[in-house]
């Protein structure tokens, strides 16, 4: 199988390399987006609109560029890598995917060149604090009422809603609370009447919300794909998201080992560097390895997460976050080992790339969510 790059993404990956180089290449820099009142930059979020990368996943019948799976993961991995704050798993992959493949014609038409152009971001709000990592779980009702809904509920922890324009709504219109049928996807000004936003900074350094909704009133053309049959959509957006993260994740821990391994170059004990330490060496190595392992399965996951077999694509990108989580904790956790107490602090960069890759081992999955994902599905290899 091949999986050398074409002229065009080995072209994409190095515009977004060398742009997020150019405005995060400093821990100074990071520090200095991160405390602006949204948590990035909005001037920095338009130069992204501009060199065409958050119309990528779009067609260019909705105002996008018509990139795939691999082009859209390749920018989540280089903007990861620079642990650039601007909300693009948020705003594109999860907003604007649910809308890519849900929305009308008129929806799409009216929502993604906005994101394209950078003068609209969303906000995917999905998760309740019950639900664990079950897609299904949903509790917030959506009634009709009058040919119009009103919603009641709580969201948590969504992703960049304070910096969005409309929210993508999950509400349960028909069904029990964990009910696959009956749950229906909205979308809605983020300032509408009836909605409640709180927001706080997370451990990576990023920024979420919990939303509550008292009687929100949304209209019927507010419906995003087909009423109570939302969950195949979600589960599709998600999916996507978990393979950005593979990407990110990868990015990430082969940014930290190597400056790991330079570190172990520079640090001295007893009058040499540490890294003539035969112990320290076979640590090193083992990053790599579990590096290695990661970017393989993070691979796998950018071929099947546009799979259109759900069950099969479900496995697979469960099985690619398993090996993602275990080599992200392996990888950060001997990293700070290496370095010692230096590599916990806030002044250092290893502890920034650590935090994030603590929040991604959790991020729509833990591993033993995914483990059982996998049996349940009867493995990877289920027809042999």
């Given at each position: 199988?091949?999986?050398?790059?074409?002229?065009?993404?080995?072209?994409?990956?190095?515009?977004?390399?060398?742009?997020?180089?150019?405005?995060?290449?400093?821990?100074?820099?990071?520090?200095?987006?991160?405390?602006?009142?949204?948590?990035?930059?909005?001037?920095?979020?338009?130069?992204?609109?501009?060199?065409?990368?958050?119309?990528?996943?779009?067609?260019?019948?909705?105002?996008?560029?018509?990139?795939?799976?691999?082009?859209?993961?390749?920018?989540?991995?280089?903007?990861?890598?620079?642990?650039?704050?601007?909300?693009?798993?948020?705003?594109?992959?999860?907003?604007?995917?649910?809308?890519?493949?849900?929305?009308?014609?008129?929806?799409?038409?009216?929502?993604?060149?906005?994101?394209?152009?950078?003068?609209?971001?969303?906000?995917?709000?999905?998760?309740?604090?019950?639900?664990?990592?079950?897609?299904?779980?949903?509790?917030?009702?959506?009634?009709?009422?009058?040919?119009?809904?009103?919603?009641?509920?709580?969201?948590?922890?969504?992703?960049?809603?304070?910096?969005?324009?409309?929210?993508?709504?999950?509400?349960?219109?028909?069904?029990?609370?964990?009910?696959?049928?009956?749950?229906?996807?909205?979308?809605?000004?983020?300032?509408?009447?009836?909605?409640?936003?709180?927001?706080?900074?997370?451990?990576?350094?990023?920024?979420?919300?919990?939303?509550?909704?008292?009687?929100?009133?949304?209209?019927?053309?507010?419906?995003?794909?087909?009423?109570?049959?939302?969950?195949?959509?979600?589960?599709?957006?998600?999916?996507?998201?978990?393979?950005?993260?593979?990407?990110?994740?990868?990015?990430?821990?082969?940014?930290?080992?190597?400056?790991?391994?330079?570190?172990?170059?520079?640090?001295?004990q007893f009058g040499v560097p540490i890294s003539s330490f035969q112990a320290l060496q076979?640590?090193?190595?083992?990053?790599?390895?579990?590096?290695?392992?990661?970017?393989?399965?993070?691979?796998?996951?950018?071929?099947?997460?546009?799979?259109?077999?759900?069950?099969?694509?479900?496995?697979?990108?469960?099985?690619?976050?398993?090996?993602?989580?275990?080599?992200?904790?392996?990888?950060?956790?001997?990293?700070?080992?290496?370095?010692?107490?230096?590599?916990?602090?806030?002044?250092?960069?290893?502890?920034?790339?650590?935090?994030?890759?603590?929040?991604?081992?959790?991020?729509?999955?833990?591993?033993?969510?995914?483990?059982?994902?996998?049996?349940?599905?009867?493995?990877?290899?289920?027809?042999?």
């Amino acid at each position: 199988m091949d999986f050398d790059l074409t002229e065009e993404q080995n072209m994409l990956k190095e515009t977004v390399s060398r742009w997020s180089a150019n405005n995060y290449g400093t821990l100074e820099k990071l520090q200095a987006v991160r405390s602006e009142p949204l948590g990035f930059s909005q001037a920095k979020w338009a130069e992204l609109a501009e060199l065409g990368i958050l119309g990528l996943p779009f067609s260019e019948a909705d105002g996008g560029f018509g990139g795939g799976a691999v082009e859209t993961l390749m920018v989540a991995g280089a903007l990861g890598r620079a642990l650039a704050p601007e909300p693009y798993l948020a705003s594109v992959i999860l907003g604007g995917g649910a809308v890519r493949l849900a929305g009308n014609e008129a929806q799409r038409a009216v929502l993604l060149p906005g994101i394209a152009d950078g003068s609209v971001r969303l906000a995917f709000a999905h998760s309740e604090i019950q639900a664990r990592y079950d897609l299904s779980d949903v509790a917030t009702s959506a009634k009709l009422v009058d040919g119009a809904y009103r919603l009641n509920g709580n969201k948590s922890v969504v992703l960049n809603a304070d910096a969005a324009k409309f929210l993508v709504l999950s509400a349960r219109t028909a069904g029990s609370q964990r009910n696959p049928e009956g749950i229906t996807l909205f979308i809605v000004p983020s300032d509408a009447d009836g909605i409640s936003i709180r927001s706080y900074p997370t451990q990576d350094g990023g920024r979420a919300s919990d939303i509550t909704l008292n009687n929100l009133h949304v209209p019927a053309d507010a419906v995003l794909g087909t009423a109570g049959n939302a969950l195949p959509i979600i589960e599709r957006v998600v999916d996507g998201a978990t393979a950005a993260l593979c990407a990110e994740a990868v990015e990430l821990m082969d940014a930290l080992t190597a400056i790991t391994v330079e570190y172990l170059k520079t640090r001295k004990q007893f009058g040499v560097p540490i890294s003539s330490f035969q112990a320290l060496q076979h640590k090193a190595v083992d990053m790599l390895v579990a590096v290695e392992q990661a970017r393989s399965m993070a691979l796998y996951a950018s071929m099947m997460a546009e799979a259109e077999d759900p069950d099969e694509r479900r496995t697979a990108l469960s099985a690619a976050k398993v090996q993602i989580n275990r080599s992200a904790r392996f990888v950060g956790q001997t990293a700070v080992q290496l370095h010692g107490g230096i590599g916990m602090t806030m002044e250092y960069i290893g502890a920034h790339y650590f935090r994030r890759l603590s929040m991604i081992e959790l991020m729509f999955g833990d591993t033993s969510y995914h483990l059982r994902r996998v049996t349940a599905e009867g493995g990877l290899n289920k027809e042999a």
